[in-house]
T-cell receptor, first 113, second 116 residues
Framework: TQLLEQSPQFLSIQEGENLTVYCNSS?????LQWYRQEPGEGPVLLVT?????EVKKLKRLTFQFGDARKDSSLHITAAQPGDTGLYLC?????????????FGAGTQVVVTP | DAGVTQSPTHLIKTRGQQVTLRCSPK?????VSWYQQALGQGPQFIFQ???????QRGNFPDRFSGHQFPNYSSELNVNALLLGDSALYLC???????????????FGAGTRLSVL
């Protein structure tokens, strides 16, 4: 059972367009991680957000943690084909779940030239 | 600096057999977590090892067991394999420290297990 709901499940866009991926839950998380996974590979850590309302930027990627620490979003500006991959959000619950990450089912992003 | 390494990369077994998967954590990391990722789904937490002990466990049967060695490497054992155990098994390591540090996990490329 996935306690983290990701939307949309699939996103196909043209190079240069913007996109947003959402990660929602009814649970509060001590932190939330975003990963990107490519076929045949393990997830690669992109960012960790900890504080409610926190915004982090990684080049063209902007990550936001909801004020109540129950949801998060990933926004990509001017997407490139290299951004193609499965984007996964993962959270650790409170109070004693450090390191026990719960993952969403992922959003498959395809960026075509 | 080597990242998380897993072996083997692929494995084919038949129902009822037993399997052992291996993981070496990222240099400087002391905690190893194991996840199962079925096709089209996100990873599911199996268990976590720290100081050679199982510290947390997900909703997996006792057929799934593990071990951590003094050099922090780890093994995942699955007994009495079922068809439903076919999946990508991922190992993740995290740096020393309590609390939030354990959430910062770096993954290996995984072992693809097929049960026939």
């Amino acid at each position: 059972t996935q306690l983290l709901e990701q939307s949309p499940q699939f996103l196909s866009i043209q190079e240069g367009e913007n996109l947003t991926v959402y990660c929602n839950s009814s649970s509060v998380f001590s932190s939330l991680q975003w990963y990107r996974q490519e076929p045949g590979e393990g997830p690669v850590l992109l960012v960790t957000v900890v504080t409610g309302g926190e915004v982090k930027k990684l080049k063209r990627l902007t990550f936001q943690f909801g004020d109540a620490r129950k949801d998060s979003s990933l926004h990509i500006t001017a997407a490139q084909p290299g951004d193609t991959g499965l984007y996964l959000c993962a959270g650790a619950g409170v109070p004693d779940s450090w390191g026990k990450l719960q993952f969403g089912a992922g959003t498959q992003v395809v960026v075509t030239p | 600096d080597a990242g998380v390494t897993q072996s083997p990369t692929h494995l084919i077994k038949t129902r009822g057999q037993q399997v052992t998967l291996r993981c070496s954590p990222k240099s400087g990391h002391d905690t190893v977590s194991w996840y199962q990722q079925a096709l089209g789904q996100g990873p599911q937490f199996i268990f976590q090892y720290y100081e050679e002990e199982e510290r947390q466990r997900g909703n997996f049967p006792d057929r799934f067991s593990g071990h951590q060695f003094p050099n922090y490497s780890s093994e995942l054992n699955v007994n009495a394999l079922l068809l439903g155990d076919s999946a990508l098994y991922l190992c993740a390591s995290s740096p020393p420290g309590q609390g939030l540090a354990k959430n910062i996990q770096y993954f290996g490329a995984g072992t693809r297990l097929s049960v026939l």
